[in-house]
């Protein structure tokens, strides 16, 4: 008998990947009752105490997938990277308070088109 390859995530896709991680995540015990919806959606919910609820959202802007480099300027990337995120609260009812920026840089990247990167988050 031939011997199976390893998947890889390009074989069984985004949705297919939320579902065996979802799957895990149950066989493992890990889920809480305090987590109304969690993987699979753009925002999860969970409910901190009696009474509130919270949503989370982390979208991030991937080069090459999302946005080409020299074709928008790190003041508009930093403004498409917010306006996701907080549209994916608004399209859960959310009101957006705060916002959590997570950074996968590149090390040749230069300091100042992070600062208007960062002028693009809060560009109003």
Request: net charge negative; hydrophobic share 40%; with cysteine.
């Amino acid at each position: 008998m031939a011997e199976r390859a390893p998947e890889k995530v390009g074989d069984i896709g985004e949705f297919g990947l939320i579902r065996r991680v979802s799957d895990l995540l149950n066989s493992e015990g890990v889920r809480s009752e305090r987590v109304v919806l969690g993987i699979g959606d753009d925002t999860a919910s969970f409910l901190p105490r009696p009474g509130y609820e919270l949503l989370v959202t982390c979208d991030c802007m991937v080069e090459g997938r999302h946005y080409l480099p020299g074709r928008i300027s790190p003041l508009n990337l930093g403004r498409r990277a917010m306006t996701s995120n907080i549209s994916d609260i608004g399209a859960m009812g959310g009101r957006p308070l705060y916002a959590l920026i997570s950074l996968g840089l590149k090390t040749d990247l230069l300091v100042q088109d992070i600062e208007e990167m960062y002028r693009g988050f809060f560009w109003n």
